[in-house]
């Protein structure tokens, strides 16, 4: 009797093992069915459009050791998320199997090979997605199955994001970038590189890289850093939101990307600047821009007024001005532009300085000081003594008002230097006429009243 008491334990330690074996083997061959199975994708369906507070559908899952597949994945935002739409294709997910006996499906990698999507500014009381409304039924059993799901890192080989403002108008066009996407807190961090970036109205730019961030119904842009042309750099930041800024700084970029083809070949250089811009809950229409700018290197040509100045002087170096230095401040706001501490030198010939605007129907207003080089108006009569009067730098100087348009920009000063010609020569005329003898002095002057009217 006491050898059979003695294997008792024995026999019950063995019928425990083999039935948590069997538990163990029943179990992972339901967890197996249940992954394999529609209830799970729509689960992780669910799962996905609660984290973007959308509606989210994937096609059919495939499994092949802890890889599981997917031909895409479709998204539809709510209204308040910061997700309009969505799509990705061939993607590929690495699952975790030890991660389910700690209570959650973390998937370590998840790896798309392109992606869609547009988004816009989201509101932080937005419509939200209820998982547990939208998943099917779950038996029983899987009501003991974990509920947390952990991503580690989403790679993206190809990317095409669209970004709108709240008024439906696109701000940005992100193409053909390689995104890694991974959890930051409460949010997502994105980055990214190569691909380009294109704007409305302003050229395509090559990214190199770039850092931002979605959080709740932001989106954060760290820092990008871009590629305009040969040399061109650009770095910007910003956020996107109801209230949206973003701060942007460029250098070394040809300034013919940003003209358009009237003034193509009348201005050649290097430019480069500053700009903040900030656009309200309104949307783009209600933006406003203030910032610097600076321009070297430059040659301005083909100007009716260079070809005056020309003219008049005698001096032909102004029909192709060097420009060593343009440079300024600005603000854009309603379509007006309005530029302040206005600084524009070809050194030797001619200097400038002031400020100007040019309105939204492209009127150009402003007065301007000009300098000139005292050698280029040696055979302008009357220039100095009317129109050049005051001595400063190395420069002659008058006050020049600006008007016409950008297209056809206008001064008064080429009209002020003809009136300073005509007087200074019927007043030299008129003191020649002074000292000639009597009869002399007569003819002179009734010669000199025929010529006034002919006189410039």
Known sequence: MRKKGSRLPWILLALAVVLAAGIFVTASVWIRGFLHSDQFRL??????????????TYSPLRWAGPSVFADSLQVEGNPGSIVQNLRADQIRAEVNWRA???GAWRV?????VSFEGTFRPGSPDGERTDFRANAPPASWLAAFLPKRFELGQLNIGQARIDFQGRDGREIAALQNSALLVRP???????????????????PTMAITSFRSRIQGPTFF????????????KITASGEFAAD??????????????????????????????????????????????????????????????????????????????????ISGTYQWAGGVLALTNLVAESKGLMRIEGNCGL???????????????????QWLPGSRERVFTVAQNGYLWTDVRVGGTLHDPKEDLSTRLVAAMKNEVIQQGEKIIEVLPGGAKEGTKGLLDLLKPLLP
Request: proline share 4%; no cysteine.
């Open 100 to 102: 389910i006996w700690e």
């Open 221 to 232: 842009l760290t820092e990008a850093t871009l590629r305009l042309g040969e040399a061109g």
């Open 184 to 202: 930051d807190g409460a949010g997502w961090a994105i980055d990214g590189n190569g691909g380009s970036l294109t704007m409305p109205s302003r």
């Open 43 to 56: 689960l992780v369906s669910a799962k996905t459009g609660e984290a973007f507070r959308s509606t989210a």
């Open 244 to 325: 949206s800024k973003l701060q942007a700084e460029w250098t070394q970029i040809d300034i013919a990307n940003f003209l358009d083809a009237a003034w193509t070949p009348r201005l050649s250089g290097l430019f480069a600047g500053t700009a903040v811009v900030e656009w309200p809950e309104a949307g783009l229409s209600a933006r406003k821009a203030t910032g610097t700018f600076r321009l070297t290197d430059g040659l301005l040509q083909n100007l009716q007024a260079l070809d005056q100045i020309a003219t008049f002087t005698g001096a032909p170096q102004f029909r192709r001005m060097p420009l060593q230095e």
């Open 108 to 112: 370590d990698r998840i790896d798309v």
């Open 359 to 377: 309105a939204a129907d492209g009127v150009l207003s402003g007065t301007v000081r000009v300098g000139v080089a005292p050698q280029t108006l």
